[in-house]
């Protein structure tokens, strides 16, 4: 189960007894688990679907084979029963079956999302009509609004106060990111807590704000590159944002592209003798090479963004002289793509032809409005 704090690092970046609601869709679903049932969005009140004979009328983006988005994703309508005992019918990788009810096998899309329980059967032990989960694993088919799924498939968000589906459906991205950048490229000197650093770029997305909180607990200090806002109060206020979430240091690209960055460093770590061990580049070009020249040597940096959508420059004498190492982390920001019972299929379509296509400011993430 997913503590509170473990989830708070997705912002700052369902139950299966019944019927579950996505609550937001990296794919978010409503889940129907051994009883329990969901859907995307930001859990408004709203009317269920509900036929005269008591099934969820539910909708979701199937496909039958592989190809391009456009080409094969279809909108598809089918009923879901009162939820009952434990069911379990989900699988590691989406299957091509009939389950909902299509003439021929098909599969639902989606991978990450959260939802909200709406009802469970009554084998179910440890969930309750508005509880919020995640799946437990990948490929069990999110891009639906109503879902019926074993208890078992699910993960129960224990605490939700102060979170958002957004959050809670894309904990399994940005603070794992994070998470696993921190721990996997560099070997920090756990008996120097407090005495070694970290230096990131795009520290106001979910990825930094995550890596914020980890490097809190962890006893590593951060130096935060964030973008000057269009005034001097909103940036001294994203600052404070950020310092409250356990930042050590923030500055803004400007200060960091400037002569005295270099002096700035040597003051923040006790003239060098608190070494800088790892860069986190989510932005390129000359940004990523001031971040690189701050590394100590055997350092990494590790690049899993281009925002600025230029490359990443490195003198050589870093390689040669310093002897850092440079890897890639694949991640992408969340773009809201909104999804309403009356949406098309084929705009459903489009909106994950433009994500794969490269077209979209971020990853699309399916946020369901239509009530229960």
Request: proline letters at 5%; charged letters at 20%.
């Amino acid at each position: 189960m997913l503590s509170r704090s473990s989830l708070r690092a997705a912002a700052q970046g369902t139950r299966q007894a019944g019927l579950t609601r996505p609550a937001v869709f990296p794919a978010a679903i409503k889940a129907q688990c051994t009883g329990i049932s969901g859907h995307t969005t930001t859990l408004p009140e709203g009317r269920r679907h509900v036929s005269m004979y008591g099934y969820t009328q539910a909708k979701a983006l199937i496909y039958s084979k592989y190809g391009e988005p456009k080409d094969v994703l279809s909108l598809h309508k089918h009923s879901i029963s009162a939820p009952h005992g434990s069911q379990a019918s989900i699988h590691q990788s989406p299957p091509f079956e009939t389950s909902l009810g299509t003439s021929t096998p098909a599969a639902v899309g989606g991978n990450e999302g959260a939802f909200e329980v709406l009802s469970v059967g009554a084998s179910v032990k440890n969930l309750a009509a508005g509880d919020w989960v995640i799946m437990k694993k990948t490929g069990q088919g999110t891009w639906r609004t109503h879902a019926q799924l074993d208890e078992s498939q699910l993960i129960k968000i224990e605490n939700k106060e102060g979170l958002t589906p957004l959050q809670v459906g894309t904990v399994s991205v940005n603070p794992v990111t994070a998470y696993r950048m921190i721990r996997d490229y560099c070997s920090w000197d756990w008996m120097r807590a407090g005495e070694e650093w970290l230096i990131q770029n795009g520290a106001n997305s979910g990825v930094g704000r995550a890596a914020i909180q980890f490097g809190r607990e962890w006893g590593v200090k951060t130096l935060n590159v964030i973008r000057q806002r269009s005034t001097p109060e909103e940036t001294e206020a994203l600052k404070a944002e950020l310092k409250a979430l356990g930042a050590t240091v923030v500055i803004t690209e400007e200060e960091m592209l400037s002569g005295n960055f270099r002096d700035m460093v040597h003051q923040f770590t006790r003239q060098g003798k608190e070494p800088i061990r790892l860069a986190l580049n989510c932005v390129g070009g000359k940004n990523a090479t001031a971040l690189a020249k701050t590394l100590a040597p055997d350092s990494h940096m590790v690049t899993y963004g281009a925002m600025s959508k230029q490359p990443v420059a490195l003198p050589s004498g870093l390689l040669i002289f310093k002897n850092l190492s440079f890897d890639g982390f694949w991640d992408i920001p969340v773009d809201n793509v909104s999804w309403s019972w009356d949406s098309e299929g084929p705009a459903l379509a489009e909106s994950v032809q433009g994500t794969l296509g490269g077209y979209r400011s971020g990853k699309g993430v399916f946020t369901f409005t239509g009530g229960d």
